[in-house]
Nanobody, 115 residues
Framework: QVQLVESGGGLVQPGESLRLSCAAS????????MAWYRQAPGKQRELVAL???????NYADSVKGRFTISREQETNTLYLQMNRLKPEDTAVYYC?????????WGQGTQVTVSS
């Protein structure tokens, strides 16, 4: 059974930092492209960052220079370090694992940036 379990969300003030984690099980972690998506109220889910099996990364323009995605193969864990958070980063953040033809999602973790 595949499980992607996110943690680390919360309420922070603008300019602060958070680190999200995603613990993966039931997949061959090292063979999956891993990603973080987010969905704000009333908006479509959007890609935030992804990391390939080889460690290459890609970021949405809105988070470049502020967010860093990483993966720890030994513990099957995906991370998203989020710095200099802005109110517009407020959303539910989802962990995603893909290895065609399969794709899996976590349940999401809420990030709220507000003063």
């Amino acid at each position: 059974q595949v499980q992607l379990v996110e943690s680390g969300g919360g309420l922070v003030q603008p300019g602060e930092s958070l680190r999200l984690s995603c613990a993966a099980s039931g997949i061959i972690f090292r063979l999956n492209v891993m990603a973080w998506y987010r969905q704000a109220p009333g908006k479509q889910r959007e890609l935030v960052a992804l990391i390939t099996t080889g460690g290459s990364t890609n970021y949405a323009d809105s988070v470049k220079g502020r967010f860093t995605i990483s993966r720890e193969q030994e513990t099957n864990t995906l991370y998203l370090q989020m710095n200099r958070l802005k109110p517009e980063d407020t959303a539910v953040y989802y962990c995603n694992a893909s290895r065609p033809p399969n794709m899996f999602w976590g349940q999401g973790t809420q990030v709220t940036v507000s003063s």
